[in-house]
């Protein structure tokens, strides 16, 4: 069983390119985007940069502000491998991500990978870590770990 890292990304781009990549199958959201054919670990990895293919629990297309915007877990890490690679096919890509077993959180930002380990209040005090406790409750989680470990 994998450890899951909770993913929020937004892409910007063309909407008809946009709506396709909304209308996926079941737990086929990245081969509907970068088609790798039939599963093999390496080539997921090195495709999308993560173990399995993921089946959003959010995903909603603003056609007026041209952004599709999803959130899902993926195993292990976050997709950068697939991020990088719409981002080469011109799409603009904000997304932050979180892995509570490992311990690390970051933010990707139009093909910038901003990855952290350390989670002490000067990081709570920067605008990554603000917007990455924002999104995923990370120093909570912390304080829960601390009050189960006492």
């Given at each position: 069983?994998?450890?899951?890292?909770?993913?929020?990304?937004?892409?910007?781009?063309?909407?008809?390119?946009?709506?396709?990549?909304?209308?996926?199958?079941?737990?086929?959201?990245?081969?509907?985007?970068?088609?790798?054919?039939?599963?093999?670990?390496d080539k997921s990895l090195e495709g999308w940069g993560t173990k399995w293919d993921v089946d959003p629990h959010h995903c909603e297309l603003d056609e007026d502000s041209g952004v599709l915007s999803v959130a899902f877990d993926s195993?292990?890490?976050?997709?950068?491998?697939?991020?990088?690679?719409?981002?080469?096919?011109?799409?603009?890509?904000?997304?932050?991500?979180?892995?509570?077993?490992?311990?690390?959180?970051?933010?990707?930002?139009?093909?910038?990978?901003?990855?952290?380990?350390?989670?002490?209040?000067?990081?709570?005090?920067?605008?990554?870590?603000?917007?990455?406790?924002?999104?995923?409750?990370?120093?909570?989680?912390?304080?829960?770990?601390?009050?189960?470990?006492?």
């Amino acid at each position: 069983m994998p450890n899951w890292c909770q993913n929020n990304l937004d892409i910007e781009g063309d909407v008809e390119q946009l709506r396709q990549f909304a209308e996926y199958k079941e737990s086929k959201f990245f081969e509907n985007i970068l088609p790798l054919g039939e599963w093999e670990y390496d080539k997921s990895l090195e495709g999308w940069g993560t173990k399995w293919d993921v089946d959003p629990h959010h995903c909603e297309l603003d056609e007026d502000s041209g952004v599709l915007s999803v959130a899902f877990d993926s195993a292990w890490a976050p997709p950068i491998n697939l991020y990088n690679y719409l981002q080469s096919k011109g799409f603009s890509l904000y997304a932050t991500y979180y892995e509570p077993g490992m311990g690390f959180a970051g933010v990707y930002s139009d093909g910038e990978n901003r990855e952290y380990s350390e989670f002490d209040d000067e990081f709570f005090e920067t605008s990554d870590g603000e917007e990455l406790d924002g999104c995923f409750g990370i120093r909570e989680d912390f304080e829960d770990w601390d009050d189960e470990d006492e």
